[in-house]
T-cell receptor
Framework: DAKTTQPNSMESNEEEPVHLPCNHS???????IHWYRQLPSQGPEYVIH???SNVNNRMASLAIAEDRKSSTLILHRATLRDAAVYYC???????????FGKGTKLSVKP | NAGVTQTPKFRVLKTGQSMTLLCAQD?????MYWYRQDPGMGLRLIHY???????AKGEVPDGYNVSRLKKQNFLLGLESAAPSQTSVYFC??????????FGPGTRLLVL
C-alpha cells in the first residue's frame, strides 16, 4: 500500500486558515486521497476525499497537486473545535486497506 | 439513524477472561471493520468483513476472532484476554467511495 508523510504537529490561531500538507509520492493512479480527523476521545471522522480534482465540502477543501504526489487539506477558518489529529490516507479500493499513520496533531490557539 | 454504535463503552478484564465487543450499523453497509488504537498511534486493522457471513484478517488479527451473522452486526471476540490487548477498539462501516464511518470506541483494560 502506498504510504503518506505528514508533519507530526501544527499550530494555528483561531479564525485563521490552516493548510495541512501530505506527501504521497508513491500514489497509484487508482488511489483516492482521504482525510479523516480524530477529536480527543472520539472515533475518526471523515473529512473529505478526492482523486484528481480539487474538492470542497462544508468542512474543508482538498487541493491535490497536478502530479498527485502531494495534497493539502485546507480549513478556511480554524475554530477551537478543529483541534484534532488529521490523517491523510490513500485508498486503492481494496477492502480494509485504509492505513492510518500517526497523522498531524493540529492545535488551535484562541 | 444512529450510524455506528459500539457496546460496551468501557470494560476491565482479567488476563485469561473472554469477552465480545458488539458493533452495530443501521446504514445497510456491506463492509465493516474492527481497528485497535494504542496510545499515540494510528489505527491498525484487526479483521474486516465484506458482507454477511464473510470475514477476513487484517494487519493484527492474532488473539481475536470475529463473526458477521447479520449484516448490521459485526462482533469482535477475545477468547483469552492478554494485557497486550489493552487498547481502544473502533468499529467502522463503509459507505460510498470507500468512506468509513466510525463508532465511538470501546476502551478495554486487561489486568
Amino acid at each position: 500500500d502506498a504510504k503518506t508523510t505528514q508533519p507530526n504537529s501544527m499550530e494555528s490561531n483561531e479564525e485563521e486558515p490552516v493548510h495541512l500538507p501530505c506527501n504521497h509520492s508513491t500514489i497509484s493512479g487508482t488511489d483516492y486521497i482521504h482525510w479523516y480527523r480524530q477529536l480527543p476521545s472520539q472515533g475518526p471522522e471523515y473529512v473529505i476525499h478526492g482523486l484528481t480534482s480539487n474538492v470542497n465540502n462544508r468542512m474543508a477543501s482538498l487541493a491535490i497537486a497536478e502530479d498527485r504526489k502531494s495534497s493539502t487539506l485546507i480549513l478556511h477558518r480554524a475554530t477551537l473545535r478543529d483541534a484534532a489529529v488529521y490523517y491523510c490516507i490513500l485508498d486503492g479500493g481494496s477492502q480494509g486497506n485504509l492505513i492510518f499513520g500517526k497523522g498531524t496533531k493540529l492545535s488551535v490557539k484562541p | 439513524n444512529a450510524g455506528v454504535t459500539q457496546t460496551p463503552k468501557f470494560r476491565v478484564l482479567k488476563t485469561g477472561q473472554s469477552m465480545t465487543l458488539l458493533c452495530a450499523q443501521d446504514m445497510n453497509h456491506e463492509y465493516m471493520y474492527w481497528y485497535r488504537q494504542d496510545p499515540g498511534m494510528g489505527l491498525r486493522l484487526i479483521h474486516y468483513s465484506v458482507g454477511e457471513g464473510t470475514t477476513a484478517k487484517g494487519e493484527v488479527p492474532d488473539g481475536y476472532n470475529v463473526s458477521r451473522l447479520k449484516k448490521q452486526n459485526f462482533l469482535l471476540g477475545l477468547e483469552s484476554a492478554a494485557p497486550s490487548q489493552t487498547s481502544v477498539y473502533f468499529c467502522a462501516s463503509e459507505g460510498r467511495q470507500e468512506t468509513q464511518y466510525f463508532g465511538p470506541g470501546t476502551r478495554l483494560l486487561v489486568l
